[in-house]
């Protein structure tokens, strides 16, 4: 709490003193729980100014650059951490001790495999079929699953629904891809990591022995660390509205994916990779940036500007490094696609138009390189991500579902609609 207030000068010519709240990092939040017994909404779409929760996990200052989980700066956990850790750590507060991360770790691998009933869903689909599509029904299907620990007010349930869902929900990713091609569903390895597995049930099969390359395996760990959580973004906050009304954790995580599909969030990186694909060749990027520039032209560059980063994507510059050892392992340098990401990127960077509005490459810029490169198709990326911030997902549940003052979340309205009107019958309209 703090002694800081803020004073409101109220139509009714009233003056209202509101408590200004200090975070531990970041701006002075003001308190406006008072307007509503004084008789006012605030009106902020987009919740551009507006803060709906208190939370102690991740920290964003977007003129910074910087990205913290638990405190602990993003470009030390990408390199030095690992997604299982970085799990533990998000979900609990602390980084775990040797013992603390085995037991952790072990937990979450023997909770990888799905119920063999759950192989069904996936025949209802058709095989063209969006992943996102099956991957929002299966994960809200896993509610039917677990009967015995839905009890969202016991925490050891709590525990347990947070192990099966970051467990399962990368089995369930790769199930997605591995229908739509019509190959069959791999079994994930225990003593594997989550980001190896994630690539052997995608790529591997009955008739050979592949294994991913170690290079490949830690570009993937580095996609799911640096996508785990991203503060109150759209897909968390849906995540915390759904879960707010008491609904169990797997129904408020896929409506986290649902919100996640959306091109403005994680629907980017496929976005980005599709239009590296249609710009085709170096020659034709002066078009594109012209388009990108001129006002009457709805033509974004994908995979360039951030709403909350506006100097660098602090995650943006540890994928840039992975993406060109991927690219360095795989022989792609050639690669069409990464030609003329890597001459896009050149060119935005010295641009002024882009300069000037602070429009960097963002995560998702490098990302779908990397994916592509390894050979996943574009209509994969946001079930990535999907499957990585799944973390983050329940980490925020958990925390907010464990706050004894919790409320559903139930914001109020403008209305500017017709006011009250007395029925005309249809003969009369
Ligand atoms: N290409 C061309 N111009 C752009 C772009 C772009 N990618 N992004 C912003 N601008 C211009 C925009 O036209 C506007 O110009 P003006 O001031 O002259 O009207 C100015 O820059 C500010 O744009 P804005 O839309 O007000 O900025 P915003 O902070 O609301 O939008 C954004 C952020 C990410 C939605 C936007 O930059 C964008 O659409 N980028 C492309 C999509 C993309 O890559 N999204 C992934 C974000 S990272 C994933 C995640 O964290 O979820």
């Given at each position: 709490m703090s002694d800081k207030t803020a004073k409101l000068s109220l139509p009714n010519g009233e003056e209202l003193e509101l408590t200004v709240l200090s975070p531990t990092m970041g701006k002075d939040v003001i308190d406006v729980r008072a307007l509503g017994k004084a008789g006012y909404f605030t009106y902020d779409p987009g919740y551009v100014s507006t803060g709906a929760c208190e939370?102690?996990?991740?920290?964003?200052?977007?003129?910074?650059?910087?990205?913290?989980?638990?405190?602990?700066?993003?470009?030390?956990?990408?390199?030095?951490?690992?997604?299982?850790?970085?799990?533990?750590?998000?979900?609990?507060?602390?980084?775990?001790?040797?013992?603390?991360?085995?037991?952790?770790?072990?937990?979450?691998?023997?909770?990888?495999?799905?119920?063999?009933?759950?192989?069904?869903?996936?025949?209802?689909?058709?095989?063209?079929?969006?992943?996102?599509?099956?991957?929002?029904?299966?994960?809200?299907?896993?509610?039917?699953?677990?009967?015995?620990?839905?009890?969202?007010?016991?925490?050891?349930?709590?525990?347990?629904?947070?192990?099966?869902?970051?467990?399962k929900v990368p089995t369930i990713a790769a199930m997605c891809y591995r229908y739509s091609v019509g190959h069959p569903f791999v079994y994930p390895n225990n003593d594997k990591s989550l980001a190896w597995n994630f690539l052997n049930m995608m790529?591997?099969?009955?008739?050979?022995?592949?294994?991913?390359?170690?290079?490949?395996?830690?570009?993937?760990?580095?996609?799911?660390?640096?996508?785990?959580?991203?503060?109150?973004?759209?897909?968390?906050?849906?995540?915390?509205?759904?879960?707010?009304?008491?609904?169990?954790?797997?129904?408020?995580?896929?409506?986290?994916?649902a919100c996640l599909w959306g091109p403005a969030h994680g629907g980017a990186n496929e976005a980005c990779l599709n239009m590296l694909r249609e710009i085709g060749d170096v020659s034709r990027i002066p078009e594109f940036i012209a388009r990108a520039k001129d006002k009457s032209d709805?033509?974004?560059?994908?995979?360039?500007?951030?709403?909350?980063?506006?100097?660098f994507d602090p995650r943006a510059k540890v994928m840039r490094e992975s993406a060109y050892e991927v690219l360095e392992l795989l022989g792609k340098h050639d690669d069409p696609t990464f030609k003329v990401a890597l001459e896009l990127e050149k060119i935005a960077l010295e641009d002024p138009y882009f300069v000037e509005k602070k429009l960097y490459p963002n995560v998702d810029f490098y990302s779908g390189v990397i994916l592509d490169a390894i050979g996943i198709p574009t209509n994969m990326f946001t079930v990535i991500f999907a499957l990585a911030r799944t973390v983050g997902w329940v980490s925020q549940w958990n925390e907010m579902i464990g706050e004894p003052s919790r409320k559903i979340g139930r914001p109020r309205q403008l209305y500017t609609g017709a006011t009250e009107r007395d029925y005309v019958e249809i003969s009369k309209r």
């Amino acid at each position: 709490m703090s002694d800081k207030t803020a004073k409101l000068s109220l139509p009714n010519g009233e003056e209202l003193e509101l408590t200004v709240l200090s975070p531990t990092m970041g701006k002075d939040v003001i308190d406006v729980r008072a307007l509503g017994k004084a008789g006012y909404f605030t009106y902020d779409p987009g919740y551009v100014s507006t803060g709906a929760c208190e939370s102690k996990i991740t920290f964003i200052d977007g003129g910074k650059g910087q990205l913290l989980y638990r405190g602990y700066p993003i470009e030390q956990l990408a390199d030095q951490s690992n997604f299982e850790e970085v799990a533990y750590l998000l979900l609990n507060g602390e980084l775990p001790n040797k013992e603390e991360y085995e037991a952790f770790v072990a937990k979450i691998h023997n909770h990888t495999m799905v119920h063999q009933q759950m192989m069904n869903f996936f025949n209802g689909f058709r095989r063209d079929a969006h992943p996102m599509a099956i991957m929002i029904a299966v994960v809200g299907a896993l509610s039917a699953f677990y009967h015995d620990s839905l009890d969202i007010n016991d925490p050891q349930h709590r525990e347990i629904s947070a192990m099966r869902l970051i467990a399962k929900v990368p089995t369930i990713a790769a199930m997605c891809y591995r229908y739509s091609v019509g190959h069959p569903f791999v079994y994930p390895n225990n003593d594997k990591s989550l980001a190896w597995n994630f690539l052997n049930m995608m790529f591997s099969q009955p008739t050979n022995d592949w294994e991913p390359d170690p290079i490949l395996v830690k570009a993937m760990d580095r996609i799911f660390t640096l996508h785990a959580d991203h503060e109150q973004n759209a897909s968390t906050s849906t995540v915390r509205l759904a879960g707010s009304s008491g609904a169990n954790p797997f129904a408020a995580i896929a409506s986290g994916i649902a919100c996640l599909w959306g091109p403005a969030h994680g629907g980017a990186n496929e976005a980005c990779l599709n239009m590296l694909r249609e710009i085709g060749d170096v020659s034709r990027i002066p078009e594109f940036i012209a388009r990108a520039k001129d006002k009457s032209d709805p033509f974004r560059l994908m995979g360039f500007g951030h709403r909350v980063y506006k100097n660098f994507d602090p995650r943006a510059k540890v994928m840039r490094e992975s993406a060109y050892e991927v690219l360095e392992l795989l022989g792609k340098h050639d690669d069409p696609t990464f030609k003329v990401a890597l001459e896009l990127e050149k060119i935005a960077l010295e641009d002024p138009y882009f300069v000037e509005k602070k429009l960097y490459p963002n995560v998702d810029f490098y990302s779908g390189v990397i994916l592509d490169a390894i050979g996943i198709p574009t209509n994969m990326f946001t079930v990535i991500f999907a499957l990585a911030r799944t973390v983050g997902w329940v980490s925020q549940w958990n925390e907010m579902i464990g706050e004894p003052s919790r409320k559903i979340g139930r914001p109020r309205q403008l209305y500017t609609g017709a006011t009250e009107r007395d029925y005309v019958e249809i003969s009369k309209r």
